[in-house]
């Protein structure tokens, strides 16, 4: 079961872009690289995903490098609405273990 | 919205008692499934069902049991409730029988056990 580490809190002003690295250094082959963000008393919602280089989509990016031990969530410029946590998960979509959440990175947008 | 509902959404009980929390997939969803959430366990995934059947358990209580209908909605029942079990609990849902698939999860039942 691969592990990830992420920082526990970032802070940003708005209109600037936020870069969350998340490290998990035994990634297996078939695991997939999965963000997703979290609201306080709601349900996490899903971000992007992706396996290698890099995924843009209308809210985000998500680079991987080559070794895949490492990913960047990248939010361009941020709103005080993105306040919120950003959990990095690794694991093969299509597999039997399920989604470790861990604590995640609590992003603060500062006005 | 994701397009999951859960019912009811605040729970005031009492210890000993038991709940049933209710949850309805999004249309064309086969998976479910349950976490649950407290301040110091974070996000914890307690069981999966698919398309009826149970196909993975987490760290589900003995006192905690959940079935999957033949309308897909799921429904998870605490009994013996303890202080400890007041959390969040999240239903999710998702097109495939993976676990780690995009999960749509749903607004959340608070519980809280006085």
């Known amino acids: 079961l691969a592990k990830t580490t992420q920082p526990i809190s970032m802070d940003s002003y708005e209109g600037q872009e936020v870069n969350i690295t998340c490290s998990h250094n035994n990634i297996a082959t078939n695991d997939y690289i999965t963000w997703y963000q979290q609201f306080p008393s709601q349900g996490p919602r899903f971000i992007i995903q992706?396996?290698?280089t890099k995924v843009t989509n209308e809210v985000a990016s998500l680079f991987i490098p080559a070794d895949r031990k490492s990913s960047t969530l990248s939010l361009p410029r941020v709103s005080l609405s993105d306040t919120a946590v950003y959990y990095c998960?690794?694991?093969?979509?299509?597999?039997?273990?399920?989604?470790?959440f861990g604590k995640g990175t609590r992003l603060s947008v500062i006005a | 919205d994701s397009g999951v509902t859960q019912t009811p959404k605040h729970l005031i009980t009492a210890t000993g008692q038991r709940v049933t929390l209710r949850c309805s997939p999004r249309?064309?969803?086969?998976?479910v499934y349950w976490y649950q959430q407290s301040l110091d366990q974070g996000l914890q995934f307690l069981i999966q069902y698919y398309n009826g059947e149970e196909r993975a358990k987490g760290n589900i209580l003995e006192r905690f049991s959940a079935q999957q209908f033949p309308d897909l909605h799921s429904e998870l029942n605490l009994s013996s409730l303890e202080l400890g079990d007041s959390a969040l609990y999240f239903c999710?849902?998702?097109?495939?029988?993976?676990?780690?698939?995009?999960?749509?999860f749903g607004p959340g039942t608070r519980l809280t056990v006085l």
């Open positions: 249309s064309g969803d086969l998976s």
């Open positions: 999710a849902s998702g097109r495939t029988a993976g676990l780690n698939n995009e999960q749509f």
């Open positions: 992706g396996y290698k």
């Open positions: 998960l690794v694991g093969d979509p299509r597999g039997n273990t399920p989604l470790v």
